[in-house]
């Protein structure tokens, strides 16, 4: 069976520090990834999605950057953290040319202070 | 592009008693309905979803239903328990669009009153 992973679990990091955010896939090949950041109380924002190693498309304008090294990693980067960055940041997959069946991971929880 | 609008933000009801979420799309090419679940600090899990060629699906307290025409889609859960209180979002997408994304309602945040 397929299972996602995000790393760490949680983080706390000053404005202006940097940022790299790790998600994996187990058990499937070539899926959709997601990155999709939820602020405290709010819904989910789409960040950045991949359909293959080094495809990487972005719904929003921002200091965020995602990159596909390997077929089931996916990251998310930042070289300079503002506040507004803090939130929960999940990842997801899907099964290749199924974007419309996505399964989270757990998430990564951000403060940026 | 695709919309998703999700109502009421909010909703309590009392333990035992049910709970509708409504939801309405714009484009009428969307054909796949998801629900997803979210308790407090985690993941959202699909719990239920609907294609456009069926008017209800229903798994065990819970049910969808889509009206097509009017492009609304619902939750309904019944005999509603505490472990139902969560977060829950709708979603709409096309499962024929290379555009691999689906779109996501601003959630409704259930409490379930003991």
């Known amino acids: 069976s397929q299972t996602i992973h995000q790393w760490p679990a949680t983080l706390v990091q000053p404005v202006g520090s940097p940022l790299s955010l790790e998600c994996t896939v187990e058990?499937?090949?070539?899926?959709?990834l997601y990155w999709y950041r939820q602020a405290a109380g709010r819904g989910l924002q789409l960040l950045f999605y991949?359909?293959?190693?080094?495809?990487i498309s972005s719904e929003v304008p921002q200091n965020l950057s995602a990159s596909r090294p390997q077929d089931r990693q996916f990251i998310l980067s930042s070289k300079k953290l503002l506040l507004s960055d803090s939130g929960f940041y999940l990842c997801?997959?899907?099964?290749?040319?199924?974007?419309?069946?996505?399964?989270f991971g757990p998430g990564t929880r951000l403060t940026v202070t | 592009g695709e919309n998703v609008e999700q109502h009421p933000s909010t909703l309590s009801v009392q333990e035992g008693d049910s709970a509708v979420i409504k939801c309405t799309y714009s484009?009428?090419?969307?054909?796949?309905f998801p629900w997803y679940k979210q308790e407090l600090g985690k993941r959202p899990q699909l719990i239920i979803d609907?294609?456009?060629?069926?008017g209800e699906k229903k798994d065990q307290r819970i049910a969808v239903t889509l009206n097509k025409t009017a492009k609304h889609f619902s939750l309904h859960i019944t005999e509603t328990q505490p472990e139902d209180s969560a977060v829950y979002f709708c979603?709409?997408?096309?499962?024929?669009?290379?555009?691999?994304?689906?779109?996501f309602g601003s959630g409704t945040r259930l409490s379930i009153r003991p």
């Open positions: 991949s359909v293959g190693i080094g495809q």
């Open positions: 609907i294609r456009s060629n069926v």
């Open positions: 058990g499937t090949s070539n899926p959709n």
């Open positions: 484009d009428s090419a969307s054909n796949y």
């Open positions: 979603a709409a997408s096309n499962e024929y669009s290379s555009a691999s994304k689906i779109i």
């Open positions: 997801a997959w899907s099964p290749p040319g199924q974007g419309y069946e996505q399964y």
